[in-house]
C-alpha cells in the first residue's frame, strides 16, 4: 500500500494525491460529451468529484456513508447499492472499499471506472491486487460484460483499474 501522503489545494490526503487529477483526465476525455451524470461511490472527501465538475462539467454525487465531503460537493451519506445505478451515467469507485461488489455489480447496467484497494470481494479467500482483479474479471465474464484493464500512472500498488462498458 503506498505510504505517500499529500495535499490537494489545501486538502490533506492519503495515498498518491495525484490520483484524483489523473482519474478525472481519463473520465475527462473518455466520457466528455457522452454521459452528464456520475456517482463517485466510497468518494471520501470528494476532490475527484469537485475536479469532475469543475474542469469537465459533470454532474457528480460523492455516495459515501462516512459524509465527509469537502463543502459544495454534492453528496449522500449512504451506502452505495448497484440499485442506485440507473440514476447515473458512469460509476467511479476509486478504492470503494465495502462498496467493491455493488460498484462491479452496477457494470450489468452502466459503464463502470473502478480502481479496488482492498479485499471486499470474497470473505472465504486471502486476494491480493492481481488475485483481486482476476476475480472481478472472471465475475464480469461471467456476466458477459466486456471490460479492460488499465494502469494509472500514479503512486501504486492499488494504481491498476478495470474500466466495463454495456454491451
Known amino acids: 500500500m503506498s505510504k505517500k501522503q499529500g495535499k490537494v489545494r489545501g486538502h490533506k490526503f492519503h495515498g498518491d494525491p495525484n490520483r484524483f487529477q489523473i482519474l478525472a483526465d481519463f473520465i475527462g476525455s473518455n466520457y466528455a460529451g457522452k454521459i452528464k451524470r456520475i456517482a463517485d461511490v466510497g468518494g471520501g472527501q470528494g476532490m475527484l468529484s469537485r475536479i469532475l465538475s469543475k474542469k469537465y462539467n459533470f454532474e457528480c454525487e460523492v455516495i459515501d456513508p462516512r459524509g465527509w465531503t469537502l463543502v459544495g460537493v454534492n453528496s449522500r451519506p449512504e451506502e452505495y447499492s448497484s440499485e442506485m445505478s ?28 473502478i480502481i479496488p484497494c482492498c479485499n471486499f470481494w470474497s470473505r472465504d479467500e486471502k486476494l491480493g491486487r492481481d488475485l483481486l482483479l482476476e476475480r472481478i474479471g472472471d465475475y464480469l465474464r461471467t456476466k458477459n460484460i466486456n471490460y479492460q484493464k488499465i494502469i494509472f500512472d500514479f503512486e501504486g500498488p492499488k494504481n491498476i483499474g478495470i474500466v466495463t462498458e454495456i454491451n
Do not use: M, T
Open 86 to 113: 440507473s440514476f447515473y451515467d458512469l460509476i467511479v469507485g476509486l478504492h470503494p472499499d465495502e462498496a467493491l461488489k455493488e460498484v462491479v455489480n452496477s457494470a450489468q447496467s452502466r459503464p463502470v471506472v
